[in-house]
């Protein structure tokens, strides 16, 4: 038993080092495609085609000053950083590797708990900065990250009435045939702009509104702070990228298929944040309760009376059959 257990915690302290290396690389891939959609080259200086410039960057951030604001709560300001990156660390402990890891039979419930409590961390960082313009980042945070939420959980209870389950490695079963996403393309569209406002990213990133709040929550963060939350933030942008194709394009994970199509969810990220403008903060909170609330539980109804048909079927057929 504690053989099996150092050897999970072993695992677990692996994966992080690839998550952390695989988040440096995913920068880097995202100032070289920004680069591109601007019609300019990206990083370009560093090493053979700019390779090592995360590592530089990581290097220059880490021995720079950190700057502590004069008036602010110290104990919430310094670890709430700390806090943000234990949560989009820890939330990978829910994907379905097989073998020596944490196999979670509510995983998606996890997954939930993990991103509610996400805001939490973006909400005391904004308030213990003690400036206007965090607290203002932080409050738009609270109020987009609730707001889309509620969608967002009664989207994926949809999928658990049809896959029946809330492990991860089920929704692999269910897709052995048929994708998700070519019976469900609208919620999938759905899922996946939820994604986009759970993680702040363009055109749902107001808590960082860089025009009109000056980065937003992390304004007053440098150094080894801001260089948490930015670790935090493109690590759970990898994980949304990852559940999304665990959802809706299968979950064979020992194929170089499934890891081609990450890749592919982490440009489509990218290429968003490139093409599109910022949402108004009205139209935001009206696309969330006016057109994806009444989506989502629309088609959980829908999902729960299939599957209720199905269990009563199978059940007369059961009894018919003794």
Request: proline letters at 3%.
């Amino acid at each position: 038993m504690f053989i099996d257990f150092f050897f999970s915690m072993i695992s677990y302290i692996i994966l992080i080092i690839f998550v952390l290396v695989g988040v440096a690389f995913f920068t880097l891939f995202e100032r070289k495609v920004l680069g591109y959609v601007h019609i300019r080259s990206g990083p370009n200086s560093v090493s053979f085609l700019g390779l090592f410039q995360p590592f530089s960057d990581a290097i220059k951030l880490f021995s720079s000053e950190n700057v502590l604001p004069k008036f602010s709560n110290f104990i919430p300001y310094y670890f709430s950083p700390l806090f943000n990156l234990f949560l989009s660390l820890v939330v990978w402990l829910i994907i379905p590797y097989f073998k020596n890891m944490f196999i979670y039979s509510l995983g998606v419930i996890f997954f939930l708990c993990c991103a509610s409590l996400n805001v939490y961390s973006i909400m005391i960082a904004g308030w213990s900065s003690n400036s206007s313009y965090s607290l203002l980042g932080g409050l738009r945070s609270v109020a987009q990250t609730i707001s889309y939420e509620v969608s967002l959980f009664l989207i994926l209870l949809s999928f658990i009435f049809i896959s029946g389950s809330y492990c991860l490695i089920d929704f692999y079963n269910s897709q052995y045939y048929c994708w998700y996403i070519f019976c469900m393309f609208p919620l999938c569209l759905c899922l996946f702009s939820s994604f986009l406002a759970d993680t702040n990213r363009t055109p749902f990133d107001f808590a960082e509104g860089e025009s009109e709040l000056v980065s937003g929550f992390n304004v007053e963060y440098s150094s080894g702070g801001f260089i948490l939350i930015f670790l935090s933030e493109y690590s759970m942008i990898l994980f949304m990228s990852m559940l999304v194709c665990i959802i809706f394009l299968g979950c064979d994970l020992f194929s170089i298929m499934f890891f081609v199509k990450v890749i592919l969810m982490s440009f489509v990220f990218i290429w968003i944040r490139g093409t599109m403008p910022r949402f108004r903060y009205d139209k935001l909170m009206y696309l969330a309760w006016k057109c994806y609330l009444p989506l989502s539980l629309n088609y959980l109804i829908f999902f729960v009376g299939y599957s209720l048909l199905i269990n009563s079927m199978f059940i007369y057929w059961t009894n018919f059959s003794n």
